[in-house]
Each structure stands twice: as structure tokens, then as C-alpha cells.
């Protein structure tokens, strides 16, 4: 199994940018997809990014496609999230999962969760 922590979270203004950073610990970090998923207060959790185990393909949800990069560097058992444009729809808890069987936007293929670092955009 694998421990994972999000940190990076802040609080920042429209148009800002943020990176956020998940470690992982445990097995190789390489054995596992991975992904970001965010939720905002008063809705459902819902998929932001997906990034495959050699970070050869990425997805990306529609509302910050363009504006946000997914990346992973397996040497460091670490995966990344740069935020660029924030906008006050962006703000949300951002939480990291993996699973090791698939590549995928929905967090019930995902088996291991980190605790959560909150994003906050506003003037």
C-alpha cells in the first residue's frame, strides 16, 4: 500500500497561480496511477486530473483544462499539480489518490487517498 500527503495549499488571489505537491510513501510510487480530485464546500467530491504510472498521458476535467498541469517525478515519490489562472471556482479541498489497476477520472477506481489541502481563491 502507499501513504500519501498533500501539501501547497493557501490562500491566493484570482489569477494567481499555486503548486501543489503529494508524496507518497510505501511501495514504489511507479507501480500506481494517480490523480488529483478536488471538492468545494457544498458540493461533491469531483475528478480534476489523471496522470498514467510513467507519466506518458495525462486527462484533465473540462473546467481547468488549459490552466492546470499534472506531473509526477517517480524518483521522488512525488506528484504535482500546478495551478495557473486561479479563479474563485477553483477553491476547494484538493485531495491526491492512486490505485494500481487503472487509469481513470473516477474516484471509485481510486484506493488510497491523502487527507486533503485546501485551496482558497479570493479578492
Known amino acids: 500500500q502507499v501513504e500519501l500527503v498533500e501539501t501547497g495549499g493557501g490562500l491566493v488571489q484570482p489569477g494567481d497561480s499555486l503548486r501543489l505537491s503529494c508524496v507518497a510513501s510505501?511501495?514504489?510510487?511507479?507501480?500506481?496511477?494517480s490523480g488529483w480530485f478536488r471538492q468545494a464546500p457544498g458540493k461533491d467530491r469531483e475528478f480534476v486530473a489523471a496522470?498514467?504510472?510513467?507519466?506518458?498521458?495525462?486527462d484533465y476535467a473540462d473546467p481547468v483544462k488549459g490552466r492546470f498541469t499534472i506531473s509526477r517525478d517517480n524518483a521522488k515519490n512525488t506528484m504535482y499539480l500546478q495551478m495557473n489562472s486561479l479563479k474563485p471556482e477553483d477553491t476547494a479541498v484538493y485531495f491526491c489518490?492512486?490505485?494500481?489497476?487503472?487509469?481513470?477520472?473516477?474516484?471509485?477506481?481510486?484506493?488510497?487517498w491523502g487527507q486533503g489541502t485546501q485551496v482558497t481563491v479570493s479578492s
Open positions: 496522470i498514467s504510472r510513467t507519466a506518458k498521458t495525462t
Open positions: 489518490a492512486a490505485n494500481r489497476r487503472m487509469y481513470s477520472r473516477t474516484e471509485n477506481n481510486y484506493d488510497y
Open positions: 510505501g511501495r514504489s510510487f511507479s507501480d500506481y496511477f
